[in-house]
């Protein structure tokens, strides 16, 4: 099962928005509404942000939507803040039973 | 508050095995399924194994099949990993995680992680 792909490094100022892609097949992202994204800060382990593709969990902000069209999640997060300089990872449920994470995104706020 | 909290990690030679702990609090440990996860060094996350909430049922990724088993004991409250024929490509912090109920929904509660070092 190969990583989904998404983009290594994004970046914006305060108040901006950006958009984290995470492609994958039709046995994966294509298939199934379970993709949900994570939030890493550097030495911490992953919170679940998103999931099945577009709910939010209790206590997330209403500025991190997601959505999905085709093979390709996307995760936007709107007037960016400091505190979300972290590390971003979707993951898909697939046709396998398993379970398989996009290689990490970098958000930078400049 | 719900919590995880892994143990069992440790510095270990390559050929050789490991047991890997998770203590489940605060949730009904038998109505969800259960997950590791792991993280190389630098790295992302990469999913390892997840076991149905009455432990019937279990996957693995291809990359640890015939070498890792996961298992539970809803009676503890308590996840495991055994980790054997361990290579150095298997180094890693290893995450356990709570699925939202069934093993195809999200993981919505993490551990901390234990360090596994596999290295002569």
């Known amino acids: 099962q190969s990583a989904l792909t998404q983009p290594p490094s994004v970046s914006g100022s305060p108040g901006q928005s950006v958009t984290i892609s995470c492609t994958g097949t039709?046995?994966?992202?294509?298939?199934?509404?379970?993709v949900s994204w994570y939030q890493q800060p550097p030495g911490t382990a992953p919170k679940l942000m998103i999931y099945?593709?577009?709910n939010r969990p209790s206590g997330v902000p209403d500025r991190f939507s997601g959505s999905k069209s085709d093979n390709t999640a996307s995760l936007t997060i709107s007037g960016l803040q400091a505190e979300d300089e972290a590390d971003y990872y979707c993951?898909?449920?697939?046709?396998?039973?398993?379970?398989?994470f996009g290689g990490g995104t970098k958000l930078t706020v400049l | 508050e719900v919590q995880l909290v892994e143990s069992g990690g440790g510095l270990v030679q390559p050929g050789g095995s490991l047991r890997l702990s998770c203590a489940a609090s605060?949730?009904?440990?038998?109505?969800?399924?259960m997950s590791w996860v792991r993280q190389a060094p630098g790295k992302g996350l990469e999913w390892v194994s997840a076991i149905s909430g009455a432990g019937i049922s279990t996957y693995y990724a291809d990359s640890v099949k015939g070498r890792f088993t996961i298992s539970r004991d809803n009676s503890k409250n308590t996840l495991y990993l055994q980790l054997s024929s361990l290579r150095a490509e298997d180094t890693a912090v290893y995450y356990c995680?709570?699925?939202?109920?069934?093993?195809?929904?999200?993981?919505?509660?993490w551990g901390e992680g234990t360090m596994v070092t596999v290295s002569s």
């Open positions: 099945e593709v577009s």
């Open positions: 993951s898909s449920y697939t046709s396998s039973s398993t379970w398989v």
């Open positions: 039709s046995s994966d992202v294509g298939s199934y509404n379970r």
């Open positions: 995680a709570k699925h939202q109920v069934q093993s195809r929904d999200a993981f919505d509660i």
């Open positions: 605060e949730f009904t440990f038998s109505s969800h399924a």
